[in-house]
């Protein structure tokens, strides 16, 4: 099974596994509660956003 976008290719934007799921969670976590603050659905689950919004580079980690 393929999975998309590819795992490694966030990694590559990321830096590491660890990072990449504290980085997906904490987004997520943001995303939820602004939906339900604003009290409405959205169209993909939060988690699916927060890996897409990395993919993209609209949300990018600082590397040390």
């Given at each position: 099974m393929m999975?998309?976008?590819p795992m490694?290719?966030?990694i590559d934007k990321?830096?590491?596994?660890?990072?990449l799921v504290n980085?997906?969670?904490s987004r997520a976590r943001e995303l939820a509660a602004?939906?339900?603050e604003e009290d409405i659905t959205p169209e993909k689950k939060p988690v699916s956003?927060?890996?897409d919004e990395i993919y993209t580079g609209?949300?990018?980690v600082e590397k040390d």
């Open positions: 999975l998309y976008p490694a290719d966030l990321v830096g590491s596994r660890y990072m980085v997906v969670a602004k939906a339900e956003e927060a890996i609209k949300l990018t």
